[in-house]
């Protein structure tokens, strides 16, 4: 039996420049061209194409930590989103050929496809350091023709795009129509036990999955719904996900929220739905110097003392008290606590509502890919809304009662 061709390197030149003139030069990787973007590292392994889909990654340009990418090809089953959302993708050593049984295509030939301009050859290692001791920066990468210009030209271009505070992505990244999550499409036999509404602001296709294998009924929604709209759907339960930009401009889903907490309707957010739950019960946000993302955060349930190993990717956190209980800037929503924090700086990674049925976290349960740790969030979601369905009355004496 012959052996299969394994491609030539490419020799197209490619140049990464951030913001303060630092620059690695390789070759490229995927399209060919010029891309901007927010560069920032992400720590996972594994799940390349998992991190490549997810929407959160929207403006950015990924540098993987894991010297060795692509050698398990890519699949139409991994794929966590419609499209590649990052701007850009940054690695050392990319794969000649994938060894997968599950792999339909190189991860070169989708980059291609796809039009996403990469860089390999370049020391992600001195890339990484750099940007945990100066922060996540603007940068761009160019290959071909472009990776010729003179550097002050495309130094000139990266420090044109807008930075990422201050920008407003969910809208552009959110899903265009409504749509269902059935129960019985995963596994679940007999009727739903709960329907929720799930305002989509980037989020990955594996968590309406999660909700759907355990027996609810999902109603995923566009970033811009109303209260009034997501009603209509008699949610026992509304959830936001997670998804990229700054938490600070979205005032319309903080409303949404607000609207939802009002209602006494359990309110399960995670990542950006953790900031946007934050911001409601007014709380402030801010951005992190180069954020958390990868699939091995160590996080601190501090209720149980247990640690998760969680998978993240946000740069921006909620500004609350770490301890104790506290009352909510927003009084009306009675006491908040800071339910988890991350063991390698201390953030916020989880809010719990003591006088309402409102919980977040900043990290991704749906473990994909990633770990499993956090899966019992699905489950205590499900419980707070059993718990409010079979005694509403009750639950709401109670509440007042705690104020």
């Known amino acids: 039996m012959s052996e299969a061709r394994v491609p030539a390197r490419t020799t197209t030149p490619a140049l990464l420049l951030l913001e303060d003139g630092r620059a690695f030069r390789g070759t490229s990787y995927g399209a060919v061209g010029t891309t901007l973007g927010e560069a920032v590292f992400t720590t996972g392994m594994t799940g390349y194409q998992e991190t490549l889909t997810d929407p959160s990654y929207a403006r950015q340009l990924i540098v993987q930590t894991a010297p060795h990418i692509g050698n398990t090809g890519v699949n139409a089953a991994d794929n966590e989103s419609t499209r590649i959302w990052?701007?850009?993708y940054v690695v050392r050593d990319?794969?000649?050929?994938?060894?997968?049984?599950?792999?339909?295509?190189?991860?070169?030939?989708?980059?291609?496809?796809?039009?996403?301009?990469?860089?390999?050859?370049?020391?992600?290692?001195a890339i990484t350091r750099h940007l945990r001791e100066r922060g996540a920066m603007k940068a761009g990468i160019f290959s071909g023709d472009a990776?010729?210009?003179?550097?002050?030209?495309?130094?000139?271009?990266v420090l044109a795009q807008p930075s990422m505070e201050g920008l407003q992505l969910a809208e552009e990244v959110s899903v265009g129509q409504a749509y269902a999550v059935e129960p019985s499409e995963h596994g679940w036999n007999g009727e739903p036990v709960f329907t929720i509404v799930a305002l989509d602001l980037g989020m990955k296709s594996m968590t309406p999955h999660r909700f759907a294998e355990r027996g609810v009924r999902v109603h995923v929604l566009p970033a811009a719904t109303?209260?009034?709209?997501?009603?209509?759907?008699?949610?026992?339960?509304?959830?936001?996900?997670?998804?990229?930009g700054d938490p600070a401009t979205a005032d319309r889903q903080v409303g949404f929220v607000r609207s939802f907490l009002e209602a006494g309707v359990p309110y399960f957010g995670i990542c950006f739905g953790n900031q946007i739950l934050g911001r409601a019960l007014g709380f402030g946000?801010?951005?992190?110097?180069?954020?958390?993302?990868?699939?091995?955060?160590?996080?601190?349930?501090r209720g149980t003392g247990k640690v998760e190993i969680t998978?993240?990717?946000?740069?921006f956190a909620v500004d609350a008290p770490l301890d104790g209980s506290t009352l909510a800037p927003e009084e009306?929503?009675?006491?908040?606590?800071?339910?988890?924090?991350?063991?390698?700086?201390?953030?916020?990674?989880?809010?719990s509502c003591l006088d309402i049925p409102a919980f977040s976290v900043q990290y991704h349960p749906e473990a994909a890919a990633g770990p499993h740790d956090a899966a019992y969030l699905f489950d205590r979601f499900i419980a707070l809304m059993g718990q409010y369905q079979s005694n509403p009355a009750a639950a709401q004496t109670e509440t007042e009662e705690s104020k």
């Open 86 to 88: 990052a701007a850009g």
């Open 94 to 125: 990319a794969a000649r050929r994938p060894s997968n049984w599950r792999s339909e295509g190189t991860l070169d030939d989708e980059l291609s496809t796809q039009g996403i301009v990469g860089i390999q050859g370049v020391d992600t290692r």
């Open 147 to 157: 990776a010729g210009r003179p550097a002050s030209d495309l130094l000139q271009e």
């Open 285 to 301: 946000t801010y951005k992190l110097r180069y954020g958390h993302r990868g699939m091995n955060q160590p996080v601190m349930d």
């Open 332 to 351: 009306r929503f009675g006491k908040v606590e800071v339910s988890h924090i991350s063991l390698n700086d201390q953030v916020v990674e989880g809010l």
């Open 311 to 315: 998978s993240q990717n946000h740069g």
């Open 226 to 244: 109303t209260f009034e709209e997501a009603m209509a759907f008699k949610p026992d339960g509304v959830f936001l996900s997670n998804g990229p």
